[in-house]
């Protein structure tokens, strides 16, 4: 298993936010409003929790779970997210979302090849359940769909940046 040590700051940092990245792969798709984007945001915290909870889950995926338990890890999250995202236009935002997961994606494969499967489709995971926490379109909360196209399309870029099919 690769570990924090095999890995520098910036390599574990990129690793630390990537279910951040992917959860606001899905968002940034189709922005579902306040209460829609709360509820994104939530399922990707549970899916991190779950995964901190799990004995059977990919053992990156607890190590990074467990790192963003601490606030150095949710801050150096936020610093990534902040001086990378920041006063950009939501479509630009994606784009560069994309690219880092695209960068995950080569480094895991990379560092962690025995790893890397399992912690892409961990990844993808939390891109789906962001997906389908909250209904797209209708109105005050009644009609809309589940997942929208735009999200089922940014959930088939996810699928072939991480080479999950």
């Known amino acids: 298993m690769v570990a924090k040590t095999d890995l520098t700051t910036e390599e574990w940092n990129l690793l630390l936010g990537?279910?951040?990245l992917a959860a606001m792969a899905v968002t940034l798709a189709e922005p579902s409003g306040l209460f829609g984007m709360l509820k994104e945001?939530?399922?990707s915290g549970r899916a991190v929790l779950a995964a901190m909870k799990d004995p059977?889950?990919?053992a990156l995926a607890q190590?990074?779970?467990h790192d963003l338990a601490t606030?150095?890890?949710r801050h150096a999250v936020s610093a990534t997210l902040k001086a990378n995202l920041a006063g950009k236009p939501p479509a630009e935002m994606k784009a560069e979302v994309l690219q880092s997961l695209g960068r995950?994606?080569?480094l895991v494969d990379q560092r962690a090849p025995a790893e890397a499967a399992g912690f892409k489709t961990w990844l993808l995971h939390i891109a789906e359940q962001a997906a389908e926490a909250s209904t797209e379109g209708g109105f005050l909360g009644?009609?809309?769909v589940?997942?929208?196209d735009a999200e089922k399309a940014t959930l088939e870029d996810l699928r072939r940046t991480f080479g999950l099919g």
């Open 104 to 106: 995950v994606a080569a």
């Open 63 to 65: 190590a990074l779970a």
């Open 18 to 20: 990537a279910p951040t």
């Open 146 to 148: 589940r997942v929208s």
């Open 142 to 144: 009644f009609g809309g």
């Open 56 to 58: 059977h889950a990919d």
């Open 71 to 73: 606030s150095e890890g």
């Open 41 to 43: 945001g939530m399922s």
